[in-house]
């Protein structure tokens, strides 16, 4: 992580003496600040997404199997509805706002030596700019299949051991981010993300936070695990987003209610996103 933040923070030299450009960081400054409260939409529409998607994990564990359980079935619903492409096209507005927000703060957390926050903003802007890419898909009429994507990649990388080795790290990093939410929702670590509500409501944003939290860690572990399986069976078919996940959990035993469970946790963390779009510290 440290070598790719100094590589970032060397691009960024303008002025060759070791620090951002002043223009570089007076940039980014007025660019956030400008940002922030189309920002804070997209976070919300990001929370509506995940609340369909925890609709769609629930009716999957109730037996209906067509469409997918991820951002991409999420996306279909939406542009299927009346009215469900403008919407669409909205959406990929305010998202992308989102994204350039994470990149900018990036940007400046570089400037201000914070590596760690610095890549992490990054690489939620890359996450939220391929958002940005399916919305905009399915806004103008088109489709895209994240289960057939992830296997040819990971197939592709698989033909040699350098490639195989890299679909173990990236299950294993997928895995560690999974383990790292859910310790976030159970230790109430995403109160530091807001600020947080009197009253009643301050109860629910916790019951929200905890369980969505720790639905979407327990899913990404799995995400995590499926690409590691593909690895070590050599089978690319393994691995598999998230739509692959939760249908693993059909698998297990009492796995229905379990999946129900867990889309009821996406559908609590989407509640919980709306909240922090309005009271968060982006």
Known sequence: MRGLADRLRAWLDRDGD????????????AAREHLEPVARVGYALSGALHVLIGALAVRLALGVREGTADQGG????????????PLLWAASAALAALALWHLVDGVLELRWRQRADGVKDLA???????????AVTYAAGGETDAEDTSDDVTEQLMENVLGTLAVVAAGVAVLGVGLYLVVKGVRLRFREDLTLPEGPARLGVDVAGV???????LALCVVGGLFVTAAA?????EAGGLDAALRALLELPGGAV?????????????G???VRARLGHL
Do not use: H, M
């Open 18 to 29: 070791g620090e951002v450009s002043d223009d570089v960081e007076d940039g980014a400054r």
């Open 74 to 85: 999420a996306l279909a619903a939406v542009a299927g509805t009346p009215g469900g492409a």
């Open 124 to 134: 939620k802007g890359v996450v939220y700019s391929a958002v940005v890419v399916t």
């Open 211 to 217: 369980v969505g939290y720790t639905a979407k860690g």
């Open 233 to 237: 069976t050599n089978d690319p078919r």
């Open 258 to 270: 379990l999946l129900a469970g867990v889309g009821a946790g996406f559908a609590a963390y989407g």
């Open 272 to 274: 919980y996103a709306v």
